[in-house]
């Protein structure tokens, strides 16, 4: 195959601009050729007509000798009109050329005619008349009409030929107008000079042009190789290999742009997975969470903060904490202060109303948050719901009240069943002194009796006090519960109320304190049997829940007036006349220390239901531990 020229893209630029240049000079030179023609053309119609004139001129002096003037005169000036000449002179110039003699003038009107015609002649136009060669004069402007402003030109035509003599040298001067030959040259002047101009201008324009094309591309190349990005290909096919450079950075930009997309994709995904953790994190946390900004919009407001000061979130976002919470809401003030001061509060206990009227016990901690800048730009609240440790923190002082009160009843009855174990002796002692005075024999008997149901009394509220140890061991409840009953029966003498229990054999074993469980249930069926003046049936069940045995005591008693249902368990509570009021407090302490549960239900009239939860094994760490506690544990 023939190789194919290759050319650099500034040689390609160069040839086009300079082919252009060449073409506009052609069209120059082709302009001026054309005048030339044209001129040349008008130039040789004005001679052949001049020349024809000029022979109409010969003919007529050799036809009409000059001495027929008038005859002359008249052929000439009808020549003159005919061949639309503007004026014919015949001058006779002898055999000298200085001083020539006016033959004939179609000009009367100029007397200067020979000389003005004179001038028109140089040295060698003369010696070309001479030889018989006809000659132009230059163009001549001259005014039209003299005196006026309008020009034209002239130009004459001097015509030599012989008449008769020898001697004489005449010359027929034909002036005619030249007014477009005059135009044709100066037109050819004119294009002379703005054709070079324009083609002086067109080079200096092409090599500007040329110039400013290839700047561009040539600080392209330049920043290319500076970049060290030109392939390397022949210098003939540069083009070629800047584009193929630039392509090559194209493409990498694009594959760079590719790989930031996919950049900013894994981060817009990695930031939204993070959001959706924390807001993961945030909803399953147990404390409450809000965060507001500066001006004290919520951003973020957590399922617990929800729940905890039932609120509604949906509405809460972008709307102001004063607005959602309460103005005087403690937790707005909290918001309030760390914003104003810019100060963290830890662990702060507040009392908040939620909308419903209920009160709950809260812990809240404030916590700034700043930019990278330092400058801040919200603040966090958390908050847990406090109300259970808080109702637990008033149930242990009212026991350690409680513990104080029992330690000192304990100490006092302790005292007091000493000296009723004296005032008992000295009453024996007393009655055998006085055995035959039978009136106050009586009395003393009287007071031996109420000394005994007090030493009674205290015996029961010092065993109530005593420490409680559980020897725990597998117990049948069913058989405690038989056993119970028949004993409450037995001691109570009454044999009008049946028992009926109808749990499962099986299910009743639990690890537990024997005796303490024969206590509770004859505690439990002795004040059945005191509800039940009439008899009636007291129904146990048995049955099993979990790791729990679920005992039901159900009796058809008087039942319990619904307002002193929930102080029946208090130590001292009773409605009895003789009852010390220490039976179902026993009850509760014993329960209580098996890390059971037991509570009453009862409709007054209809009867009443102790409800006890057993846990078929106590838990590991016993209710009481402490001695101290055992003993004087009243309301346990
Ligand atoms: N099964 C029941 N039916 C109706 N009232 C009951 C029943 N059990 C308890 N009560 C009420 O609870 C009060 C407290 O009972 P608790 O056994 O503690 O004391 P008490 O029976 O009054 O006195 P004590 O047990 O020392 O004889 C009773 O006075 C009684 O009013
Ligand atoms: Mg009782």
Known sequence: MKPKLKLTYESELKIAFLLLLLFLVLINFGTLYLLKVTKASLSKEFDQKLTTVGNSVKTLFKELQPADETALRKALIELTFKSEVEQIDVLDFGLQYLNPRILFSTDLNDPAVIKKISEQISPSDWERLRKGTPVYSKLIKEKLVPGQNQETYYKYYFYPFNINNQNHFVIAALKNRAGNLAALEKLSKLEFFFGGLGIFLALIATFWIISATLKPYREIKHKASEAQLILGESSANEIDSVVKTFQKTIDELKHKEEILRELYQSTSEKAQNLSRLNDYILDSM????????????????????????????????????????????????????????????????????????????????????????????????????????????????????????????????????????????????????????????????????????????????????????????????????????????????????FLATPAPEEANFVMADKLLVKQCFQNLFQNAFEAMPNGGKLQVSIDEEKDFLKVEVSDQGVGIPSEILDKIFNPFFTTKETGTGLGLSLVKKIVNLHQGKIKAQSQTGHGTKFIIHWPKEPGTQPAAVDSKEKVYYLNA
């Open 286 to 497: 147990s404390s409450g969470v809000i965060i507001c900004d500066r001006e004290g919009k919520i951003s973020r407001l957590n399922q617990a903060a929800e729940e905890i000061l039932d609120l509604k979130s949906a509405s809460s976002i972008n709307s102001h904490y004063k607005k959602i919470l309460g103005q005087e809401n403690p937790l707005a003030h909290l918001i309030d202060k760390t914003l104003a001061e810019e100060k963290v509060v830890k662990n702060l206990d507040l009392e908040v109303g939620r909308p419903n009227g209920e009160k709950v016990y809260l812990s809240a901690s404030s916590s700034l948050i700043k930019d990278d800048q330092g400058q801040l730009v919200g603040e966090g609240l958390l908050f847990s719901d406090i109300s259970d440790i808080k109702k637990l923190q008033e149930e242990i002082n009212f026991k350690e009240k409680m513990a104080a009160l029992g330690e000192m009843s304990a100490g006092l009855a302790h005292q007091l069943r000493n000296s009723m174990g004296s005032i008992i002796g000295f009453t024996n002692l007393l009655k055998k002194v006085l055995k035959d005075d039978s009136g106050n024999s009586e009395i003393i008997q009287h007071i031996v009796t109420e000394s005994l149901v007090m030493e009674q009394l205290l015996a029961k509220f010092l065993n109530f006090t005593k420490p409680l140890d559980l020897a725990l061991e597998m117990v049948n409840l069913k058989e405690i519960i038989n056993e119970s009953f028949h004993q409450t029966s037995e001691y109570t003498k009454r044999k009008d109320i």
